[in-house]
């Protein structure tokens, strides 16, 4: 029986997630399910093995408590979406499936773990927020985290394409940072469990490795990739 990677659904660039996992990645033992808030294909959920929650519009600040109206705020937001997505990093944790968490994912799981959201990056927005293509700088990654061991390197250069940030000062329960911009060590770019016993593979980044420039060549994209599949292919 093939295992399936369900990958949620948004309404931003969602060909992108799906297409980068290829017919040669999924090789004959995994396939992908299409989780859509829209549809609420909620019984979808539960007969997957692993996730990626993907990126979007921002989390509804009702879920951390944020100011209600804020700069760079989108038009309508989707608690429809945050709702849906709730249930499926509730079930992976629930049933220890690996999950992968791009962007708003991230910030969708510290914010489920009881964190924060930085609301509005401000003048950090020159640097991060998406203009008429991704921003790109570079990332320090910290020695020991399981992000490292994955790129096996100390600095990466990624792509950028939000106004958001986790809040360094309400980082959720048992999540550790694992890369940081190397301008500003207050932006935050990945988060992974900090106490990892128990658990199944965990990997949030902010940029968008199914994206990204040459991601083929890439290790924060290609490499991330890669363990995530074999997380999900050897899970019990």
């Given amino acids: 029986m093939k295992k399936k990677i369900g990958i949620s659904y948004t309404k931003t660039s969602f060909e992108s997630y799906w297409n980068w996992i290829t017919k040669e990645d999924m090789r004959d033992d995994l396939e992908l399910v299409l989780l859509s808030f829209e549809k609420n294909n909620t019984e979808d959920i539960y007969k997957c093995h692993g996730f990626i929650l993907t990126g979007g519009v921002d989390v509804h600040p009702g879920f951390y408590n944020g100011k209600p109206v804020y700069n760079n705020s989108p038009a309508t937001f989707q608690p429809e979406r945050d709702a849906f997505e709730e249930k499926i990093y509730r079930y992976s944790q629930e049933r220890k499936l690996p999950v992968l968490g791009v962007c708003r994912g991230m910030q969708l799981i510290n914010v489920l773990e009881g964190g924060k959201l930085i609301q509005d990056l401000d003048n950090g927005n020159e640097r991060h927020k998406k203009e008429a293509s991704d921003k790109e700088h570079n990332i320090v990654a910290e020695n020991g985290t399981l992000l490292y061991k994955i790129v096996n390197s100390h600095n990466g250069r990624v792509n ?5 940030a986790i809040d ?6 048992n999540l550790a940072i694992n890369a940081y911009d190397d301008d500003n060590e207050k932006i935050i770019e990945g988060l992974e469990f900090k106490n990892k ?4 593979f965990m990997l949030c980044v902010q ?3 199914e994206r990204m420039k040459n991601k083929e060549e890439n290790p924060f994209s290609e490499n991330i990739k890669q363990q995530f599949l074999t997380a999900v292919r050897n899970n019990a």
């Avoid at 950028?160 to 958001?164: C, D, G, I, L, T």
């Fill in 207 to 209: 940029w968008h490795p």
């Fill in 197 to 200: 016993s128990g658990k199944a």
């Fill in 168 to 173: 360094p000062n309400a980082i959720g329960e």
């Fill in 160 to 164: 950028s394409a939000h106004h958001q």
